[in-house]
């Protein structure tokens, strides 16, 4: 079974690992969110894309989800004590990735090849693809006024209350080299567990048009996200955050969607939307839950 699955960062990089541990390497093509990408301190940062990569080459902060493990901190500390911005986290492995990555843009190389270059130098064998190779920005309209997304998530630690979004440069931007072959020649498309407003909807409107079945993974659970922000925003935005909010939210692309034995309750109602249900476990804390998840995710697909 080919797979394409979209991706974020750390809700979507532990489901991408679940399945890349089940599907051959020709088989799993993961696309990821590239609209909270930004520069600081003169380097290019693609916070969703090396999350995905830490992850499926095993260097992945197990605590954090995002950054490298065995981390140290002596740069950032030192542009720190220079009265520097020290307020986005970077480990100094972490800068060799992103000083690496803007030297090869400079030098006029696209996302996607320096991604292929990366991933086979950290040995991760499926294919890893940023939705485009344009830059596209996320926006967040708030009530402190239009935020950039880092601005808002990591700087302002997501206080600002949301009004809505805006993914500038979207329109203009081609899906990466490859993008459009991976939805074609897959059987299914996966939506991994990621904030479905800032982490999907980007690749989404990236993607414009999907001809297959799409399957989504609610990263809601109870009401409550099991990290970050989604579920703040769809309260601020007048929704009552839910795996039914989820479902209804990507409702006119869906064949199927996978919810948490917690929200059995809402089944029904997803059905309701013409949508497919398979109700799991679907919080992963081990390799041994991504895998339990993307099995379960499979046979789902199969059955549909
Ligand atoms: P970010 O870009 O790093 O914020 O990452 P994503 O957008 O990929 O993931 C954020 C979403 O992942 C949040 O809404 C979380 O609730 C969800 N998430 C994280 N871990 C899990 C998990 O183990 N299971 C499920 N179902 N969702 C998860």
Not at 7 to 33: C, F, M, Q, R, S
Request: negative net charge; hydrophobic residues 40%.
């Amino acid at each position: 079974m080919k797979i394409t699955a979209l991706a974020g960062g750390v809700g979507g990089a532990k489901l991408a690992h679940g399945l890349a541990h089940i599907l051959a390497p020709e088989d799993l093509t993961i696309i990821v969110n590239t609209g909270d990408d930004f520069e600081h301190l003169g380097m290019y940062i693609c916070p969703d894309l090396d999350t995905v990569c830490y992850t499926l080459g095993g260097l992945a902060n197990p605590e954090t989800g995002w950054g490298r493990v065995g981390e140290s901190w002596n740069t950032i500390s030192n542009v720190e004590k220079l009265g520097g911005p020290a307020w986005f986290r970077l480990g100094d492995q972490d800068i060799a990735t992103h000083l690496e990555r803007t030297r090869r843009l400079k030098e006029g190389q696209s996302l996607s090849q320096i991604t292929k270059d990366f991933c086979k130098a950290w040995g991760i064998q499926h294919t890893v693809l940023p939705m485009s190779d344009s830059p596209v920005r996320t926006m967040v309209d708030s009530d402190e006024g239009e935020l950039a997304f880092q601005e808002y998530f990591v700087h302002r630690q997501c206080v600002p209350k949301v009004k809505g979004f805006r993914f500038d440069g979207v329109e203009a931007a081609e899906p990466a080299v490859g993008v459009k072959e991976a939805i074609d020649q897959a059987d299914a498309v996966v939506i991994c567990p990621s904030n479905p407003w800032v982490s999907i909807d980007p690749i989404l409107q990236v993607i414009k048009k999907i001809d297959k079945p799409v399957l989504a993974v609610s990263p809601i659970i109870g009401g409550k996200t099991v990290k970050g922000p989604a579920a703040k925003m769809y309260e601020e935005l007048g929704i009552e955050p839910s795996a039914l909010a989820v479902a209804r939210h990507y409702r006119t692309i869906l064949t199927g969607f996978v919810l948490d034995n917690a929200d059995s309750v809402m089944e029904n109602e997803i059905k309701n939307l013409n949508v497919k249900t398979l109700i799991t476990d679907t919080l992963m804390n081990h390799l041994t839950d991504r895998t339990r998840l993307a099995k379960d995710v499979l046979h789902f697909i199969g059955s549909l």
